[in-house]
């Protein structure tokens, strides 16, 4: 049991249950962009350490990027998306748009909303965790590591208020 600022935390997913999802979704990657030099884009924060595990695992040719978004304030939405994209061309390019988690899927539209204005040679979505029972749109995510439940979870690049994202493990709200 962990505490951060005022609530409790109970482990969810070892170090090693993570690594064998990230090391799956980066061999799924390589054979899909094989010889495609694909550009990875890592929403801030929560995503640079899976992001960085992924490409350690990726044994092609890939660039990184990354686009600063906010829809989180503690630990539910606030509806609202905050961002900062400032990307170089990406005209013609393979383009991974990599997500710690999808909740709501807010996020993932506006950012898509923005990248489909460019004129990419294709798009996908890549995100460690999804919450399909709170996941409604259309926008389909390619690669998802792992479906979880509807529980806020924090560790491995997740954060509740600012804490929790050096944890190398995942920890789940703890529920009484
Ligand atoms: P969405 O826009 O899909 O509702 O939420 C996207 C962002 O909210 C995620 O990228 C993540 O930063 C944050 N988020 C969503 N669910 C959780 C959760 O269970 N724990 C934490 N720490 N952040 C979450
Ligand atoms: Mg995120
Ligand atoms: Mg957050």
Redesign the pocket.
Known sequence: MIQLHDLQFQPYLTPEEIQITVRTLALQLAEDYADKNPIFVG?LN??FMFLSDLLKNFENNCEVEFAKMK??EG?S?TGE?KIDLDFPDLTNRHVIVV??????????LKINELLQQKKLKSLAYCSLFL?PEV?DKDLEINYVGMAIPN????GYG???NGL?RNLPEIYQLKSD
Request: net charge negative; glycine share 10%; hydrophobic share 35%.
């Open positions: 929403v929560g995503a829809s989180y630990t939405t998306v997500e710690d988690i999808v909740d709501t899927g807010n996020t993932l919450k996941y529980k806020f979870i924090v997740l954060d509740y929790g």
